[in-house]
């Protein structure tokens, strides 16, 4: 692995996005130094929808990962890379049972709830009907959360290791009902970016307004 850490990777990311959030979060728990491009989602109208970021990222959303000479889109993709190719502090468990709930946890929040409540969804969704559309979406999916959790929680989210399910749960709390915010697992820290050691915080890559 040696000569592939000589260049360092480079995350294409906006502090507030939840999902660039998720990649720092897992680059930071193995201990693999990263620059950071910051791709304002706002300034312009989104600078991820100009055709030069384009290039890197067909999707026009954040992150993107330059790693390895190559070029990574999708978070959940990019960190089972990280996982495979940097196997330091594991992300996923042995256990073929607990594997599978963190992919559920991750598919639940990454499927089920952040794509709902995305700028370029609720841009569409419009001004109206936004918020109530955002905030149905996403109580729908803490609910599911919360019912995997109270089952498979210890210390984190699948037992009492950081997995990626953590990597996803952490950035997606902010945006958690009030009504989610005080139940067992929660209030034992189980989503709280304390809870994680290196955790970055969500502001660490914001821009100089
Ligand atoms: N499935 C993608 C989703 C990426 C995504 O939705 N990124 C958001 C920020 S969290 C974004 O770039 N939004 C820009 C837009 O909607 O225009 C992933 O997991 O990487």
Not at 43 to 51: A, L
Request: proline share 7%.
């Amino acid at each position: 692995m040696g000569e592939k850490l000589e260049e360092k990777p480079v995350l294409y990311s906006y502090w507030r996005s939840s999902c660039s959030w998720r990649v720092r979060i897992a680059l930071n728990l193995k201990e693999i130094p990263y620059d950071i491009k910051a791709v304002s989602l706002i300034k312009g109208g989104g600078e991820q929808h100009c055709n030069e970021y384009r290039e890197v990222n067909p999707m026009e959303q954040v992150p993107s990962l330059i790693i390895d000479g190559q070029t990574l889109i999708e978070s959940l993709s990019i960190m089972h890379y990280l996982e495979e190719t940097r196997p330091q502090r594991s992300l996923m468990p042995q256990d073929c049972y607990k594997r599978a709930k963190v992919r559920e946890i991750c598919e639940v929040i990454c499927s089920g709830i952040q794509p709902l409540q995305n700028l370029i969804v609720l841009i569409h969704v419009g001004e109206e009907k936004k918020k109530e559309w955002a905030q149905h979406w996403i109580t729908r999916g803490f609910r599911a959360v919360e019912k995997l959790l109270s089952s498979i929680a210890g210390k984190y989210c699948v037992g009492d290791e950081i997995t990626l399910a953590d990597c996803c749960l952490v950035p997606q709390v902010p945006r958690r009902p009030k009504a989610f915010s005080n139940n067992t697992t929660y209030r034992q820290g189980v989503g709280e970016p304390s809870s994680i050691p290196c955790c970055p915080s969500i502001s660490s890559t914001r821009l100089p307004s």
